[in-house]
Every structure is written in structure tokens, then in C-alpha cells.
């Protein structure tokens, strides 16, 4: 009889610590101004710490990435702008990202990407894994987003589970800056936008693409700024959106007619490709770019192909 009632209270104490763990998990989301407050967050985060601030620099990790994403979260709950509750939910936003594993030389299985594909049970699951090795596993390699829970989170509850469907969601939101530019409302990237004109749909070896193109778009002051340079792949990547067949981003990719100006048009070629900062390392004389719509491949850079430069914004 005793053991019997110190078995139903030691079960009667589980129930309650299950309990108070499932009313923890959904503490972050009990107000009605959490949402808000989240938003606002990530806001400050992605403002931050730049996901590709973080890519190739001496010195720079992916664990700095993290420490910096933890500091800002930090000074949001100091400043009564994100509930102490919602600071995990936030963070485990960005636990499972791709910044900071970028580097100059990139292997044949290509960058980190998120991975989303489905469980038996019909849940999603996403891993960060290098592109060609998660499309080898028949999974969806989501090019547009940095992270896990933007590239597989279908529901909206900051997670990828039960609820979510095994396919990638649609990474940044642009901004045309109406000069030739295109920014990236989450990442903080402002790109090049091509015309069809041949002044700005040159082909380039890489190496030209730096010297010669990125050089030209400095000394002009492209958007009022001499800080453009090539993309890395990790960074192309982004551009590109889920789908079939895949593509670009459609800002990239609008009102294109033959011989319209950046001015006029954004214009990407299909059937043509474009150059990265980032070799393969497999093979010196060997870089990745990015072809047209929507898909990561390796040329020789004595190869002459398109260049869609990149800075920092603002």
C-alpha cells in the first residue's frame, strides 16, 4: 500500500513538473505584445550582427556570430523592449544559422544551407548542411534564408515541428532604392541591380570582375557609396527562391526588356551565371557562382561570366 501511494505521488509530481515546463514553454506568447516585441528583436539582431559581417574575417567565428546575437538580446530585455521570457525563444532563432561558417574557399559540397525535409510522422526538420550534400539526401536546400526557422517555420511559432510543411519559405524582403540598387530588408546587403544594356551586362573573367567591374562601380560612386566588392557564394545564395522551377528573388528579376538601364529594369540572365569572391577548394584556378535562375555551380575563372556586386548597407 505504500509503495503503491509513493508511486502515485511520484507520478502525480512528473504530471506537475510536465506541466509547469509546458506552461514555461508557452510563457513567451501569453501577452499579446510579445509578437510585437519579437519582431522588434530580431530587428535589432539582424541590425547588429550582420550575418555575413561575420564570413571570412580574421578572427571572426560563428560562435562570435552567437555571443553577438546573445548581447543584443540582452540589451532588448534590459530596455524593456523584448519580455526576459521570449529571449530564449528569439536565440533559438538563431542557433541553427549558416552565419559565420562561410569562408573564402569553399569545398565541392558546396556552402552551408539550411536543410528542411520531413519526418514519418509528417513533422518537419531542418539541419544546417552543405548544399549539394542536403539536395543528395532529397531534401529542400533553402538558398534564401540564413537560418532554420526562417527557411522551415510554415505556422509562425519560432520553430521547426510539428505543423510545418518540409518545404522552404521565401527568405528577405527587398527595398529598390530607385538608383540602381536593390537592399535587403533583413541582411543588410545592398546589391547591384543589372540593367540589359551592354555598359552594365559585360562579361568578366573573375579576376576582371573585381578589378576591372566592382573597380568601375567604386570609382562612380554606384548609389553614392565606393565600397562595392564581389559577393561570396554564401551571400548569391540568398537571391535565390524556393519553387519550380527555382529563381531569383522577383526584384531582381522585373521589367527586363532589351537594351533597358538599371534605371529602368532589373534584369537577371537565366541562362548565364555569376561570379562569387569564393574559390572551390578542391581546385585553385575553379570559383562558385551562382547561375541565373536559381541553382550553385563552379567555373574556371578564365571563363568570362556575369558580376552583380554587393556592399553593406545603409
Same mark, same amino acid.
Given at each position: ?16 513538473? $510536465?506541466?509547469?515546463?509546458?506552461? +514555461?514553454?508557452? =510563457? /513567451? @506568447?501569453?501577452?499579446? &505584445?510579445?509578437? *510585437?516585441?519579437?519582431? #522588434? $528583436?530580431?530587428?535589432?539582431?539582424? +541590425?547588429?550582427? =550582420? /550575418? @555575413?559581417?561575420?564570413? &571570412?574575417?580574421? *578572427?571572426?567565428?560563428? #560562435? ?5 546575437? +546573445? ?244
Amino acid at each position: 500500500m505504500l509503495r503503491a501511494l509513493k508511486f502515485a505521488t511520484a507520478l502525480l509530481a512528473a504530471a506537475s513538473f $510536465a506541466g509547469r515546463g509546458e506552461i +514555461a514553454a508557452a =510563457r /513567451c @506568447f501569453d501577452d499579446p &505584445g510579445d509578437a *510585437g516585441q519579437i519582431r #522588434g $528583436a530580431r530587428a535589432a539582431v539582424d +541590425a547588429t550582427c =550582420r /550575418c @555575413f559581417a561575420y564570413d &571570412g574575417q580574421p *578572427g571572426k567565428t560563428q #560562435g562570435d556570430y552567437a555571443r553577438c546575437v +546573445a548581447a543584443a538580446l540582452k540589451s532588448s530585455v534590459a530596455t524593456a523592449s523584448l519580455r526576459s521570457e521570449c529571449a530564449g525563444t528569439v536565440r533559438r532563432v538563431y542557433r541553427q544559422s549558416i552565419c559565420g561558417r562561410t569562408r573564402s574557399i569553399v569545398r565541392q559540397s558546396g556552402p552551408a544551407v539550411p536543410c528542411v525535409s520531413g519526418t514519418r510522422s509528417g513533422a518537419a526538420r531542418c539541419s544546417i548542411r552543405a548544399a549539394r550534400t542536403c539536395i543528395a539526401r532529397g531534401a529542400d536546400a533553402c538558398f534564401g534564408s540564413t537560418n532554420c526557422v526562417d527557411a522551415g517555420d510554415t505556422d509562425g511559432d519560432l520553430r521547426v515541428g510539428v505543423g510545418d510543411g518540409a518545404t522552404c519559405t521565401p527568405g528577405s524582403t527587398y527595398t529598390d532604392n530607385g538608383d540602381g540598387t536593390i537592399a535587403d530588408d533583413q541582411l543588410g546587403l545592398v546589391w547591384e541591380r543589372k540593367g540589359d544594356d551592354d555598359a552594365i551586362q559585360d562579361w568578366y573573367t573573375w579576376g576582371a570582375a573585381s578589378s576591372v567591374h566592382v573597380a568601375a562601380l567604386n570609382a562612380a560612386g554606384l548609389g553614392g557609396h565606393s565600397d562595392w566588392r564581389l559577393p561570396t557564394i554564401a551571400e548569391l545564395q540568398t537571391l535565390i527562391r524556393p519553387g519550380a522551377p527555382t529563381a531569383v528573388a522577383p526584384e531582381f528579376d522585373a521589367g527586363c526588356v532589351p537594351g533597358c538601364t538599371p534605371l529602368t529594369c532589373s534584369c537577371t540572365v537565366g541562362g548565364g551565371a555569376y561570379w562569387s569572391s569564393t574559390t572551390l577548394a578542391d581546385d585553385p584556378d575553379l570559383a562558385w557562382d551562382q547561375v541565373g535562375y536559381g541553382y550553385l555551380d563552379w567555373d574556371d575563372k578564365r571563363l568570362n561570366w556575369y558580376v552583380r556586386a554587393v556592399r553593406f548597407g545603409p
